[in-house]
């Protein structure tokens, strides 16, 4: 295994600040807070490539929000910095567009794809929740932002969108108009989001440490699953929520642990200790075979989740 690019990361000394696997599984991208995209493949622990921004990719006005996501099919990757995203086609990694997704001087927060692929989902400072088209890269609705907009998921059914924000409450849109449907009091703080594969349930990773699985039907809560036990005050809480295919089990993350849960009793299955530092995202494999978790001390581990083992430190 290749230490040598990453050696690269480490001395930047920057964190990573996202983690997306490729739905075959094999590579992992890795999303510095610089304007390139790392791509490792995850047998050998061997950098497969980097992508650089192009040259004329506009000047960023404000701290970036560096995101990365495949798209279901895998022929797209869309990368995020700043206010603007760029797409890549995966069999070349050419550049197919140049989307502007928040205004001027704003940044994009977080990114989900719809299960089939054909609409995006957008949070932004500015402009709020915003939907696109995938194949002309159109946006197609949005809603003003009245607060810090932190998350957002879209449900597998396409029919609902959950938006996380810092001091106001969880709400679920409705699509396709993104009119105002539900709304969560108290779980505010709402860092990651993500729907179980049939849309029942909602996870939400709150700021006080806790990830609370609603009833997306009911609007009830289900279960409160405690991802950071030792929740500091200056912590983030937990920052990620992942379930794996079959909806049976939920990876959490929060302060310096990784957790594996069985959603349906709520006991916790596994802990993952390998950071100095808190963790700051977490990528699951869609054959739910790997983990990668990433965090403050600048390091990656990736875990072959069935036995309980690191496999490999980028």
């Not at 050696?7 to 510095?32: C, E, M, W, Y």
């Not at 760029?86 to 719809?114: A, C, K, M, P, Y």
């Not at 594969?197 to 279960?223: H, N």
């Amino acid at each position: 295994m290749s230490y040598q690019h990453h050696r690269f990361i480490q001395s930047a000394k920057k964190h990573t600040a996202d983690l997306t696997f490729a739905p075959q599984g094999n590579l992992l991208v890795i999303r510095p807070p610089t304007e390139i995209t790392i791509i490792v493949d995850v047998v050998s622990g061997d950098i497969a490539r980097v992508l650089y921004m192009p040259e004329d990719y506009p000047v960023r006005r404000v701290v970036p929000s560096e995101r990365a996501r495949f798209s279901p099919d895998g022929k797209q990757l869309i990368t995020v910095d700043g206010e603007w995203g760029i797409v890549w086609e995966t069999t070349d990694w050419t550049v197919t567009h140049r989307v502007q997704l928040s205004g001027e001087g704003f940044h994009t927060g977080n990114i989900s794809f719809s299960s089939d692929g054909a609409l995006l989902a957008t949070a932004g400072h500015d402009t709020g929740v915003s939907l696109w088209e995938t194949r002309h890269w159109m946006r197609l609705r949005s809603v003003d932002a009245f607060d810090y907009v932190w998350s957002v998921a879209l449900a597998p059914d396409r029919r609902v969108v959950a938006v996380g924000y810092g001091q106001h409450d969880l709400r679920l849109l409705e699509l396709p108009y993104l009119t105002p449907m539900t709304e969560v009091p108290g779980w505010r703080q709402v860092r990651a989001l993500t729907f179980s594969p049939d849309g029942s349930l909602l996870a939400a990773a709150c700021g006080d440490g806790f990830v609370r699985l609603l009833e997306v039907l009911t609007g009830e809560t289900r279960a409160e699953l405690e991802a950071d036990p030792v929740h500091a005050e200056k912590s983030a809480g937990a920052v990620v929520a992942i379930f794996t295919s079959d909806g049976q089990r939920l990876v959490t993350a929060g302060g310096r642990l990784v957790r594996v849960w069985n959603i349906v009793d709520g006991r916790l299955l596994q802990e993952l200790h390998a950071h100095e530092k808190s963790i700051r995202c977490v990528a699951l494999s869609a054959n739910d075979r790997i983990i990668a978790s990433c965090g403050y001390d600048h390091m990656v581990h990736v875990w072959q989740y069935q036995e309980d083992r690191e496999l490999v430190v980028v």
